[in-house]
């Protein structure tokens, strides 16, 4: 094994990924997304006029769908082998990008 390349650990055999409507109920669930709504989207909608309200909306639901979709992409294409040289780049590359 390379130096500093992580360990694939095998899941237990009574492990199972959620099914779909799980994983739905917990994005619904996240607050992530409503707190955003309430304090920066809220003045948004409020003071803005109609066509910069829907604006906003429109562009930050488009924002977040589009994320969701890139990082489900991402972890759909790296999935199978972790330890791949692709996948650590994108990991700094992301982990980077939040610092």
């Given at each position: ?22 994983r ?62 692709g ?13």
């Open positions: 094994m390379a130096r500093g390349a992580a360990r694939r650990v095998p899941l237990h055999p009574e492990e199972r990924p959620l099914p779909w409507a799980a739905r109920e917990a994005r619904l669930l996240n607050p992530g997304p409503y707190l955003f709504g309430f304090t920066v989207g809220g003045s948004h909608l409020i003071r803005g006029s109609d066509t910069e309200s829907t604006v906003f909306v429109v562009t930050a639901i488009g924002a977040l769908i589009a994320s969701e979709v890139a990082v489900a992409v991402l972890a759909a294409r790296f999935f199978p082998s972790p330890e791949s040289r996948y650590l780049v994108t990991m700094r590359f992301l982990g980077g990008a939040l610092a």
